[in-house]
């Protein structure tokens, strides 16, 4: 079953707004994990956060989770058009490496 | 470049034909992957290798047969493959430990005629 699910599916905004983007899932993790896709390409690690923490910082990604909410937040400050592409959350149970991925927030940003 | 690399990078076949797709990595990790992502779907694990040794299958269909040689290599072999098959086939590679995160190759971009 799926256990992360990114919300919105679809984001536009223009250069130098922020993006944020939503990941819901079901059951306890480990850790959570956010990914970047360029269009048919492969997927670039982005940011780790462990369960027993509730911010994390990279640059000009802000990362956010609540466990109790099953729920984690990630937030592009200042937005680039290099910025556009599909965003997704993955979660692991603590099952070696294993990861279980959502569908992804597609962000469009224009100049 | 991630360290993990694929090929071929397009393919396409007809469904009484044989292929095989290629990832190797160049990291030293100990587990590989093979994932599916098709159209408007999440990533579909398909097989997990640790150390050479297969410790998942993810109820895949017998016409997708994986091997691993060693730990830098992993095969995806195909054959009798269905137009639903079509898909990004997403190779990727991590340390094996939970806090690990997955180094992904640029993807085979299979086409089922």
């Known amino acids: 079953s799926q256990q992360g699910e990114e919300d919105p599916q679809a984001l536009s905004i223009q250069e130098g707004e922020n993006a944020t983007m939503n990941c819901s899932y079901k059951?306890?993790?480990?850790?959570l994990q956010w990914y970047r896709q360029n269009s048919g390409r492969g997927l670039v690690h982005l940011i780790l956060?462990?369960?027993?923490?509730r911010e994390k910082h990279s640059g000009r990604l802000r990362v956010t989770l609540d466990t109790s909410k099953k729920s984690s937040s990630l937030l592009i400050t200042a937005s680039r058009a290099a910025d556009t592409a599909s965003y997704f959350c993955?979660?692991?149970?603590?099952?070696?490496?294993?990861?279980?991925f959502g569908t992804g927030t597609r962000l469009q940003v224009t100049l | 470049e991630t360290g993990v690399t694929q090929t071929p990078r397009h393919l396409v076949m007809g469904m009484t034909n044989k292929k095989s797709l290629k990832c190797e990595q160049h990291?030293?990790?100990?587990?590989m992957y093979w994932y599916k992502q098709s159209a408007k779907k999440p990533l579909e694990l398909m097989f997990v290798y640790n150390f050479k040794e297969q410790t998942e299958n993810n109820s895949v269909p017998s016409r997708f047969s994986p091997e691993c040689p060693n730990s830098s290599h992993l095969f995806l072999h195909l054959h009798t493959l269905q137009p639903e098959d079509s898909a990004l086939y997403l190779c990727a590679s991590t340390r094996g430990t939970a806090d690990s995160e997955q180094f992904f190759g640029p993807g085979t971009r299979l086409t089922v005629l």
């Open positions: 993955a979660t692991n149970t603590g099952t070696a490496s294993k990861l279980t």
């Open positions: 956060i462990r369960s027993n923490e």
């Open positions: 059951t306890s993790i480990n850790n």
């Open positions: 990291l030293g990790h100990n587990a």
